[in-house]
């Protein structure tokens, strides 16, 4: 089991919009008692994905300036390989609600 229940991926850790945005959800969901790694390193996004796969994690969420304009985040479960997009009030409600 994962020490973690969601991995929260900052497509570009250099972008303040990203970072605040990525910040918010991070503090929305550890106050909800949902356990997250937040990674915001500079690393590129493919070493951020392998990372949080190598771990386990069950629940990756991705967001980056793109999704940011869109108004969307990603969201993937590990364990059927699905992704969504959704907005980040969703992606909360889903992962603070204990769905899944």
Do not use: H
């Not at 919009?17 to 390193?41: E, F, H, I, Q, T």
């Amino acid at each position: 089991m994962a020490p973690w229940r969601v991995g929260l991926i900052n497509l570009r850790g250099d972008d303040p919009a990203c970072a605040a945005a990525c910040d918010d959800l991070y503090d929305k969901l550890g106050r909800a008692g949902v356990d997250v790694l937040y990674d915001d390193s500079a690393e590129r996004a493919g070493g951020k994905f392998a990372k949080m796969d190598l771990i386990g994690l069950p629940w990756q969420v991705m967001l980056g300036p793109r999704g940011l304009k869109a108004g969307v985040v990603e969201l993937k479960n590990r364990a059927t390989g699905e992704r969504e997009e959704l907005t980040a009030e969703a992606a909360f409600a889903k992962l603070a609600g204990g769905k899944g």
